[in-house]
């Protein structure tokens, strides 16, 4: 095999979701190889350092095996090697924190003031 087009490649390693949106990630410039914009029908080789913006922060990985088709998580580590740095994944975990209407665990049950303004996001 000699290469795989980018937009299948970051499907089949569960970087998106489905190859549409990888797709549309691409022609977006969303996704770069060796810091060069990638079109969806980009090829991929073994050694090309990917970096893709995702919905929860910006992932690099280098490719260390082609694949065809989907493969469960557990075996994605065999076809990429992640090389994201760690402040990337803290920062997606805070964004997630924040979001409006979160209670931590353990806090009770929401306050009437609380429920009310719960309720406005839905009114």
Not at 16 to 45: N, Q
Not at 52 to 71: D, H, I, P
Not at 108 to 113: A, D, M, S
Request: glycine letters at 8%; aromatic letters at 6%; one cysteine or more.
């Amino acid at each position: 095999m000699d290469g795989v087009r980018i937009d299948k490649w970051l499907w089949c390693v569960r970087l998106y979701k489905s190859r549409t949106l990888a797709a549309e990630a691409c022609e977006a410039g969303k996704v770069r190889i060796s810091g060069h914009s990638a079109k969806p029908a980009r090829g991929v080789k073994i050694g090309d350092v990917i970096t893709a913006s995702t919905g929860n922060g910006t992932r690099t990985v280098k490719v260390l095996q082609l694949l065809e088709q989907r493969v469960g998580a557990p075996k994605v580590a065999e076809f990429m090697q992640d090389l994201t740095a760690p402040e990337e994944f803290t920062k997606a975990r805070e964004a997630s924190a924040n979001v409006s209407g979160f209670r931590p665990k353990g806090a009770g049950r929401p306050t009437k003031r609380d429920r009310r303004i719960l309720q406005s996001f839905f009114e």
